[in-house]
Nanobody, 119 residues
Framework: QAQLVESGGGLVQAGGSLRLSCAVF????????MGWYRQAPGKQRELVAR???????NYADSVEGRFTISRDNAKNALYLHMNSLQPEDTAVYYC?????????????WGQGTQVTVSS
């Protein structure tokens, strides 16, 4: 069973909005950091946003002010609200989570969801 499952991707026009969701099938309370990466065709995977269990957040400069990351431990979910989307935001978006149990660190990834922004 997949531990992280993304949804919410799709096709949107420039200037539009999408909300990505990441369903978490492991103990979310053990996840000290979660976030989103994206990978566009021919480009390296890049960090888009991350959030710690203390709710601290960081964003890539390219999405600062347009994207908002949040986590809902009660719903076992991570979200990425994306506004003012531009064609350069087109990519596969991946959810990730870093777990710490005792001294053991484990990194989890979702399968990705495609976001396509048309001009």
């Amino acid at each position: 069973q997949a531990q992280l499952v993304e949804s919410g991707g799709g096709l949107v026009q420039a200037g539009g909005s999408l909300r990505l969701s990441c369903a978490v099938f492991i103990s979310i309370s053990s996840l000290y950091e979660m976030g989103w990466y994206r990978q566009a065709p021919g480009k390296q995977r890049e960090l888009v946003a991350r959030i710690t269990d203390g709710r601290g957040t960081n964003y890539a400069d390219s999405v600062e002010g347009r994207f908002t990351i949040s986590r809902d431990n009660a719903k076992n979910a991570l979200y990425l609200h994306m506004n003012s989307l531009q064609p350069e935001d087109t990519a596969v978006y991946y959810c990730y989570a870093d777990q710490l149990v005792g001294r053991r660190k484990t990194n989890y990834w979702g399968q990705g969801t495609q976001v396509t922004v048309s001009s």
